[in-house]
T-cell receptor, first 113, second 112 residues
Framework: NAGVTQTPKFRILKIGQSMTLQCTQDMNHNYMYWYRQDPGMGLKLIYYSVGAGITDKGEVPNGYNVSRSTTEDFPLRLELAAPSQTSVYFC????????????FGDGTRLSIL | DQQVKQNSPSLSVQEGRISILNCDYTNSMFDYFLWYKKYPAEGPTFLISISSIKDKNEDGRFTVFLNKSAKHLSLHIVPSQPGDSAVYFCAASAQGAQKLVFGQGTRLTINP
């Protein structure tokens, strides 16, 4: 049982480049989330989705876009990468319907140089 | 504004002793609290949770205590083991929301 899978694990981007961080889950969870974690900080919510076709902004959405065309996949798009977006990105999912425990992927470490 | 705070960035405990990790929150709408454990190069994994209708929840070596009047919760690990060395995050959810707000984390080191 794979759970939440994130690709790639590591990536270095140049300023101004764009990329998509992939996230897929095989637990048939309705809710999916994207977080970033900066050194010494907790996880900050970027975007979340309550189901296919529905997304909403979290605490730090600027510079990012998401889409949710299927239950399984929730890609995060960075347009015009900036050094401030250097971080570790975590994708998570939860069943919804009052069940709050989120299951996390192993993260993507992204450096913008 | 930091709604969930873990004021101790790190904690060092001797193997076999009790580890106590603390968490404070400011939002009185929070009614569900979780602790996650994170090893390097891995994602956080769920450890234990507590609803605001309780003041204690126990699961093996792990116990979470909630003091609603003080807006404070703590995670007790006893006895502490070397495999408990990790970063621990406290998280909270407000009524009806499916979103979590995380604290900054506390790095726990268990010394042999």
């Amino acid at each position: 049982n794979a759970g939440v899978t994130q690709t790639p694990k590591f990536r270095i981007l140049k300023i101004g480049q764009s990329m998509t961080l992939q996230c897929t889950q095989d637990m048939n969870h309705n809710y999916m989330y994207w977080y970033r974690q900066d050194p010494g900080m907790g996880l900050k919510l970027i975007y979340y989705s309550v189901g296919a076709g529905i997304t909403d902004k979290g605490e730090v959405p600027n510079g990012y876009n998401v889409s949710r065309s299927t239950t399984e996949d929730f890609p995060l798009r960075l347009e015009l990468a900036a050094p401030s977006q250097t971080s570790v990105y975590f994708c998570a999912s939860s069943p919804g319907q009052g069940r709050l425990t989120q299951h996390f992927g192993d993260g993507t470490r992204l450096s913008i140089l | 504004d930091q709604q969930v705070k873990q004021n101790s960035p790190s904690l060092s405990v001797q193997e076999g002793r009790i580890s106590i990790l603390n968490c404070d929150y400011t939002n009185s709408m929070f009614d569900y609290f979780l602790w996650y454990k994170k090893y390097p190069a891995e994602g956080p994994t769920f450890l234990i949770s507590i609803s605001s209708i309780k003041d204690k929840n126990e699961d093996g070596r792990f116990t979470v205590f909630l003091n609603k009047s003080a807006k404070h919760l703590s995670l007790h690990i006893v006895p502490s083991q070397p495999g408990d060395s990790a970063v621990y995050f406290c998280a909270a959810s407000a009524q009806g929301a499916q979103k979590l707000v995380f604290g900054q984390g506390t790095r726990l080191t268990i010394n042999p």
